[in-house]
């Protein structure tokens, strides 16, 4: 499926700031499950430098500084990716034995995975995630067999309610309610693997959403999405990670359905904001922010003997124009 992304944060000061830092994560992965087709950020008013690079876990995030006063801020990127069809893998390994694999032995080979076992700003091992997980992890019982049940079990037991919950709610608190949004969802799910020891990953992206019948869907009333997946040890090496979102109880290999986009992944929500910055100025603020995801038809197959333009992506295509006209970078895959 071919789907493209446009997610813009608009940003209203009063009073203006003065100098602002932003970072951003914008840019789809390009993996296994996804190609990245294309990527465009668009920032007015021009930045005075702008750069990206991929973090620690192989996202692309993007720097950029303002040095001139603003009272808005307007932050777009634009993506095209083309994702594949998700099924489940077969794994039978049980999960006492994937939560022995990550225990200390000296000489052991590192697993880059490890670092996903243990608490994260957002996702503290607590005895209470621990205790609403054992029922879905019985002895002997496979990882992802439990996995499984234990997002199918999140799904059925907690209400999905808009502002129900902050950006900032702690998990521990999502759970005692038993309601939240797909962040708490997600955040739940993680905390429960890991206070178990086992390796679970935050997941951010975007979900394909369809109107309601007889309805149009409108422009930027989609949202961010967030999911979790969980490592296998017993997969094939580089295709360990299986991802299940308890939000709508779909799971699969690379992404939890073709009409998912994958945009990074971290310990927690922290990790992958989609913006966060440090600014001089700007009291208050009014945020808003829209996300529109839509199917693009697919090009058929060329003749033999057409030909295609292409052009070749460089760390930054920039056009500068005078006044407020927004500056577009055309980042790397």
Known sequence: MK?????????????AVETAQHMVYLTPVHSAGQQLLSHRLTVTPVPAQVRSMLD?????????????????????????????????PESTLGWENARESFRFRAGAVFDAANE???ASPMVPRQNEFAHYARPSFLPSMALLDSAMDLMHRIHA?????????EVNTPALQALMQRKGVCQDFAHIFV???RSLGLAARYVSGYLLTEPAPGTVKLKGSDASHA????????LPVGQRWVHLDPTNDRAGWHCPGEDYVLLAVGRDFS??????????????HILTVGVTVEPVPMSPPMAQGQSQNQSQGTN??????????PMVFQLPR
Do not use: K
């Open 316 to 325: 930054q295509s920039q056009s500068l124009n005078q006044g407020q006209t």
């Open 191 to 193: 905390a429960c693997l």
């Open 157 to 165: 037991d907690f209400v999905y309610e808009s502002q129900s919950t």
């Open 227 to 234: 999911w979790a997946s969980v490592y296998v040890p017993d």
């Open 56 to 88: 620690v876990y192989g996202n692309t995030r993007s720097f950029f500084s303002l040095q001139v006063a603003h009272r808005h801020l307007r932050v777009t990127g634009n993506s095209e990716v083309l994702t594949l069809t998700s099924t489940l």
């Open 116 to 118: 996903f076992v243990f």
């Open 271 to 284: 990790d992958v904001s989609p913006m966060r910055g440090v600014i001089h100025g700007g009291a208050s």
């Open 3 to 15: 789907l493209s992304i446009t997610h813009e944060t608009v940003y209203d000061y009063s009073p």
